[in-house]
């Protein structure tokens, strides 16, 4: 058993040591995160040289991949399902050129396009590019698509957008909770709400039924079609720290299902 917790241990610190070496290599000029860890890059189009695809997620922008012609694809196959809003990419282009970026998303073995063709003026310095919106969700990969009006493709560096906004400028409050002033709720009634997100992350809160029925109200609503995108609802028993409140705020396009398991105390 000792031994056992050891292993655990050197596991845990091995995977610290990583991610921490991962984070503090980041490409620093470029937004979003490094794709996942054990993401694999997958071309038909070919590399020059010793460009090869995966010299587009090193982390280093000093390293890419050359296709070696006017139009190439690369696949990005990540080792699980991954949220992201943008794709960022470095470019490079030698001579001048207009290039054109397309990005496509893999959901359930389909290849859709997530985003409008994106185009711009490359001239012989490596360039990172404003950040292409995608359509949001959760992809098991992405492909971009490119193609240039005079110079072999050219990819240093790609990052991915995957920080869930929560849409602060229109926050749904709950209705706060007025202990000791008067009771519509009969007394001691509890609901254990249990919220799994799209990304099979589930939440759990210990709330009171007013709470819930706050919450259900807005789900329904919004489902309607109508009200904010986001519902905050209170943690409690997490006020730990120097928190006066904590708050758990729920997208309403991030929810796939949730229960309630109403108790009485
Ligand atoms: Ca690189």
Known sequence: ?????????????????????????????????????????????????????????????????NAGKYNASLELRFPQSTY???????????????????????????????SSPT?????????????IL?????????????????????IFEITIGTQEKPGQPDI??????EPGHGNPEPSGNRAILVVTMTTGLEKEFDLSMKEVNGFIDWYEAKQAGSGKASYAINKHDNNKGPFSSRKDYMLFDRILTFEVSEYSK
């Open 1 to 65: 058993m000792k031994q056992l917790s050891r292993i655990y241990l050197l596991l845990l610190l091995l995977f610290l040591s990583v991610t921490s070496s991962v984070h503090a290599a980041e490409a620093t000029e470029m937004q979003g995160s490094s794709v996942p860890t054990g993401t694999i890059t997958i071309t038909s189009d070919g590399s020059y040289n010793n460009k090869t695809p995966e010299k587009t997620i090193d982390q280093d922008l000093t390293t890419d991949w």
């Open 119 to 131: 185009s711009l003026s490359l001239s012989n310095k490596v360039t990172v590019m404003d950040p």
């Open 172 to 177: 749904e409050e709950p209705t706060p909770e």
């Open 134 to 154: 995608v359509t949001e969700g959760v992809y098991d990969g992405i492909r971009i698509d490119a193609k240039s009006s005079a110079s072999w493709i050219s």
């Open 84 to 114: 992201l809003n943008f794709v960022q990419l470095a470019v490079f282009a030698h001579p001048q050129a207009t290039n054109t970026y397309t990005i496509f998303g893999l959901k359930n073995g389909n290849w859709t396009a997530i």
